[in-house]
């Protein structure tokens, strides 16, 4: 009724997506470094959790693989509604970590994601163990920026948290993100 007093009970709190939709691009270093301790393993597991996430968040996403020699885009960006373990399980790691050439494909990624919709909301999340000397510049048109940290060597060299902390990025170890 009408006189009644407003209560807790009366209230509703209803989490709107932005209204120009959400980008998650995924960085991913498939350089040699991250064979060893099957870390390419454990990333890649992460990022079909990732997708699938992006995927029930009717969200889009795009996945730019790094290593060797350069970087290449070998998803989207798109919403990943057929996405699964079969598609990734291909992707190989081997050779150098060109964490430049990486950020700087995800950049044009985001950038022609940026003119196309400008209102969307764009995450870049960088997958890597930081066992590269690059210092790219964080990309203009990323709102949010993730590094996911998969050193595991006893002596840390710890440049996913100098970057993290260059950029004002989050950073969070695989394990924080799966549980």
Do not use: Y
Not at 152 to 163: H, K, P, S
Request: with cysteine; net charge positive; aromatic share 8%.
């Amino acid at each position: 009724m009408r006189q009644d007093r407003l209560r807790a009970a009366h209230l509703r709190f209803v989490r709107e997506a932005p209204r120009g939709g959400v980008l998650h691009c995924f960085v991913l270093d498939c350089s040699g470094s991250m064979l060893g301790g099957q870390r390419l393993a454990l990333a890649k597991g992460l990022l079909i959790a990732l997708f699938d996430r992006a995927s029930a968040a009717r969200a889009e996403a795009a996945l730019v693989c790094f290593g060797g020699a350069g970087a290449d885009l070998r998803f989207g960006p798109a919403v990943p509604r057929w996405w699964n373990e079969r598609w990734l399980r291909p992707v190989g790691g081997g050779g150098g970590t060109p964490l430049a050439s990486g950020v700087r494909q995800a950049a044009q990624v985001l950038e022609r994601c940026a003119r196309r919709k400008p209102a969307q909301q764009r995450w870049l999340w960088i997958l890597t163990d930081g066992r590269s000397g690059d210092q790219p510049a964080r990309p203009l048109n990323a709102d949010e920026v993730v590094f996911v940290d998969f050193e595991r060597e006893a002596i840390r060299l710890g440049r996913c948290q100098t970057l993290a902390d260059a950029w004002g990025a989050a950073l969070f170890t695989p394990e924080e993100l799966i549980a």
